[in-house]
């Protein structure tokens, strides 16, 4: 990927602490592309999502590819080449939570947001007008025995019905 | 009733066991202490070697005979800590992060003593992000007390654990995709051989371990081997002669969700049965048991005829099935089996890798056939195929006559048979993945075939009686085909 394709106007760059993080992750490879994955969580923690000049970036740091960044980056489902909301809603649909109907949890959510579900090539579709929630649904969470789950970015919340799901929205500060 | 057998999940739910004071209190590290103070790393190996544990990861593999091959004259070696816990219905690896991720750190160090390994990483799904912060400030603690770092407790190792942190592919469970993964690459799965244990993560020496799997060890070096075999069966192994020890020691954490009144982990010495692990969860929720999965969404499935099976890793190979990773879903009468297909088939199709064909393109079609048989169009033609059933020599094979089927629901079968063929266990992919899609779309159609054929012969989805949906033993393959293992000290 050069430049002549896709244009990079603001060039990206780790925040000190973000840096400080880095430096002391590399350090536990042996080779520095081992270091992938933990770099993209870290820049995807600073910027929102995963923009091209993030891939040059972290390329520059691994001393990669941009191309074996982006290859890295489509492969895995936690990576966003898109813009998020604030808050990310995953929620789970796999089997066990579907016997314990996620189904209700989920066409609440939907019309409690205002959105339809994002899918992984279009983010947007997800994302409310005013950007503040994306609602996107995931495979298993590994919490079947709470089912059904959903994922408010980092927190996990457990046996849901629709009364708790409104109450959790309430509770998110803007 | 059957007990549960607190070992593992012992001090889970003592407050503040995640630090290391309250660890300690409660035999923290002592196993590790005793480790280095009594035993050599040959005599560690050999008490995993005669314990008898298997992996609890999925594929129920000998650890003692997976640290057999690993050689001992190529440096550095890597000790891989699988968890990514991804398989749908398991979640006993979470509560181990979350809530006690000390007793993590102590198998770690037992197993690195062992095998003389200098570097762990452990390999944590990026969903656990709870689970990671407390196994991250557990690591910390044991670097402060010298547990963890330079010449450990004056072992001359130097012991290092670091996290590191999956992005969401169920993929990377697999033990090569995780080593592709960790190694900053795509999941892909490698091909096998070499084995990690000869050639893993960065092209070294690697073991491969499961969270539950670790945690073993500190209980097997504390408490004896002796202790250990006798929770468990040991069968005999009737395939050599004499018959050799099988063993099915030690506990297991079984997950269990679905249709039972108190869903959890509940950890129970391996070989009960089917039915009296759903009497522990507190019984079924509702009236009939229609189907149990017994080892994660990969397991094929168990009817209400197979609820004797014992859990254990040879009963349920034997039985045409599998322990996997211990996640049991339990189905009551009013779910529907091609919906519940549907379900898992759909996540298959979104975790295929993508880099074998067969798998690629074989998980789509598939969903997208049981798809069209859920939304009523499933095609109505029928087709003439040689039946298989109980021939006259009593065995399972082709009886010489032949059936109409659906075309659709042959078509599901041959598809799912050609990404892995579930008769022969042989897979035309890399990674165990396309055995892992074939097995419960086959199975599901086998066992209830009734409900299938209702889907297309009605244009909607029916749900059946659990004895109308079943396919009757006489005429389920599985049941027909299974063996019950005899235990060693029966002979």
Known sequence: ?????????????????????????????PVKEAAMLPTLHLAQR???????????????????????????????????EEPVGKYVIRICHTLPCALRDCKVVLEHLKAKLGTDVASETNLAKGTTDDGKFTLMKVECLASCDVAPVIMVN??????????????LLEQLPN | ?????????????????????????????TRFEKTIAEYQPED??????????????????????????????????????????SEPGTFSNRYVLEKNPHLLIEGILICCYAMGIETTYVYIRGEFTLGKKMLDAAIKEAYEQGYLGENVRDTGLNINIYTHPGAGAYICGEETGLIESLEGKRGQPRNKPPFPAVEGVFMKPTVVQNVETLCNLPFIVGNGVDWYTKMGPTYADMRNDPPTPDPNTGTKLYCISGD???????????????????????????????????????????????LDTRLDFTSLTLAKSMLGSGGIIVM????????????????????SCGQCTPCRWGTPWVRDIVQRIADGEGRQTTITRPKFGITESGRWGDTGETEEVYEDLDLLENVANNIANVDTMTWNTICVFGIAVSWPAVSYLR?????????????????????????????????????????????
């Not at chain 1, 000049?53 to 895995?76: G, H, N, Q």
């Not at chain 2, 593992?8 to 209190?25: G, S």
């Not at chain 2, 005669?50 to 690993?70: E, H, M, N, P, Q």
Request: net charge negative; with cysteine; aromatic share 10%.
């Open chain 2, 1 to 29: 009733m059957v007990q549960e057998r607190r070992i593992l999940y012992e001090h889970l739910d003592v407050p503040n066991i995640n630090t290391f004071d309250v660890f300690r209190q409660h035999e923290g590290y």
């Open chain 1, 154 to 167: 980092d927190d996990l919340y457990k046996n849901l019905t629709p009364e708790k799901v409104d109450e």
């Open chain 1, 46 to 80: 600073q910027e929102g999502y995963i923009t091209p000049a993030v891939m040059k970036y972290v390329a520059e740091l691994l001393e990669l590819s941009v191309m074996k960044v982006k290859d890295v980056v489509t492969f895995y489902p936690m990576f966003f």
């Open chain 2, 332 to 351: 009551n009468e009013t779910r529907n089996i091609v919906d519940c297909l549907l379900n898992i088939m759909k996540f298959y199709a979104h975790e």
């Open chain 2, 44 to 85: 560690i190996a050999k008490m995993v070697m005669d314990s008898g544990l298997k992996g609890r990861g999925g594929a129920g593999f000998s650890t003692g005979l997976k640290w057999s091959f690993v050689p001992r004259d190529i440096e550095p070696r890597y000790l891989c800590c699988n968890a990514d816990e």
């Open chain 1, 1 to 29: 990927m050069s430049d002549e394709i896709v244009q990079i106007e603001t060039p990206f760059q780790f925040n000190e602490e973000n840096k400080r993080e880095f430096d002391e992750l590399i350090g536990r490879y």
């Open chain 2, 447 to 491: 066992k209830f075939r009734p409900e299938f054929e209702a889907a297309i012969r009605e244009g909607k989805l029916v749900t059946l009686p659990v004895a109308e949906a079943t396919v009757p033993p006489e005429e389920n393959y599985a049941y027909q085909q299974r063996i019950i293992p005899k235990e060693f000290a029966d002979l």
């Open chain 2, 260 to 306: 039972v009144n108190e869903p959890g982990v509940y950890e129970l010495d391996l070989g009960l049965t089917c039915s009296e692990l759903i009497e522990v969860a507190g019984g079924l929720r509702g009236e009939e048991v229609k189907a149990v999965i017994p080892g994660g969404s990969s397991a094929p499935i168990l009817t209400h005829y197979e």
